[in-house]
């Protein structure tokens, strides 16, 4: 019993051995990184600007000081929101290079959302172009065209003939075959609906995947947050459902994507329909998340804003399980993880704020959207 007791002990050592070895320096370098995030006053003072000039004034002596200068220099804010989106990408590249094979192996695809977003809108501008025969220019100057995981040549998808060429030229990624599988579909219908709708769960698939492949206390930590986003993902699918498609329930159902961590199939159904968002929420809510059932009691008018809700109390849980990564075991993935989310929260709020004050959003609604 004692030969067997030690064994354990050892191979509990080694454990914990191999994990320190593995995110020791990742975990100090990244809470370096994390106290250097802009706090919430900063974007509190850019709300209250009066101007977007006046609002980049906030940022002068921040990494994001080049945005001021990118948008004086061309006068286009798509530029310093493209500016933005290489910049994140960077986080992971640079993170990337620091960590082991599985763990790497998860970096890759959480980046290939990049790619799959960047494919989607080169996909964009060439069906605006040849189906829909309208102009398309300036769209291809918002475009990333350097590698992100594959070597996708976009400049000859934006100025393609055919699917098919789209197709063949995706050969040897992902995405070939969801291109051919649904260009038909989207030539028949005058949407890229399903095709995007396609892209986006093979993004999931290949994430839950990769978390699978991770020990059990990184998978367990993964999964917890990858459900939260996929929760995320599935209320902002049903909110633009029911605002400009205006689907059957049978056809959102087959649209959102499994492995949500509070909203199940179930659920997702009852929201569909929006009637009564307390009772569909409040029994998740209130045992695993006790602190943020006052949002309950937030009186909502019309099924969009009852939706709203929902995404606002998702976001909430994002917070919440990001925070108990942080003060919790430190040595798993669950400091990069967080640390993503952390800086995809700083950046969505500088990038809202920017076209709020381009287009002259007022101050109580850009406040309500950061």
């Known amino acids: 019993m004692r030969i067997a007791s030690c064994a354990i002990r050892n ?78 990408i960077e986080l ?42 309208r102009p398309a220019d300036t769209g291809v100057h918002y475009i990333l065209y350097d590698r992100i995981i594959h070597d996708i040549p976009v400049d000859i998808i934006v100025n393609a003939e055919s699917f098919d060429e789209i197709a063949g030229v995706c050969e040897g990624t992902p995405y070939s075959q969801i291109v051919k599988k649904y260009y038909h579909t989207v030539e028949s219908e005058g949407s890229l609906f399903r095709m995007e709708i396609a892209f986006d769960h093979y993004y999931y698939e290949n994430l839950l995947a990769s978390i699978d492949k991770l020990d059990r206390r990184d998978r367990t930590t993964a999964l917890r947050l990858a459900g939260v986003e996929i929760d995320l993902q599935n209320i902002n699918w049903i909110i633009r459902f029911r605002n400009f498609y205006d689907l059957p329930l049978e056809a959102v159902l087959a649209a959102i994507v499994p492995g949500g961590f509070n909203l199940d199939r179930a659920v997702m159904e009852q929201l569909y329909g929006a009637q009564n968002v307390t009772s569909v929420l409040q029994g998740f809510v209130k045992h695993k998340y006790p602190g943020l059932s006052a949002l309950l009691s937030a009186q909502t008018s019309d099924s969009t804003s009852r939706l709203l809700l929902i995404r606002r109390i998702l976001e909430e849980i994002m917070k919440h399980e990001v925070q108990r990564i942080l003060s919790g075991y430190p040595f798993t993935i669950g400091i990069i993880l967080s640390y993503f989310v952390l800086k995809r929260n700083e950046l969505k709020k500088i990038r809202v704020i920017m076209n709020a004050k381009y287009y002259r959003i007022e101050q109580e609604r850009i406040e309500s959207m950061i």
Not at 28 to 56: C, D, H, Q
Not at 105 to 132: G, H, M, P, T
């Open 11 to 88: 191979t509990q050592y080694a454990i914990m051995a191999g994990t320190l070895s593995k995110y020791s320096f990742i975990n100090a370098k990244l809470r370096a990184r994390i106290s250097k995030i802009l706090p919430e006053e900063t974007f509190n003072e850019m709300a209250k600007a009066a101007s977007l000039e006046a609002a980049f004034a906030f940022l002068r002596d921040t990494p994001f000081a080049g945005l001021e200068e990118i948008y004086s220099a061309t006068g286009d804010l798509k530029q310093a929101e493209l500016e933005l989106l290489k910049n994140e």
């Open 92 to 133: 992971y590249t640079n993170i990337r290079q620091y960590l082991h094979h599985d763990p790497a192996a998860l970096v890759d695809a959480l980046l290939s959302q990049f790619e799959i977003d960047n494919l989607k809108n080169a996909i964009r501008i060439y069906f605006d172009r040849k189906i829909r025969k």
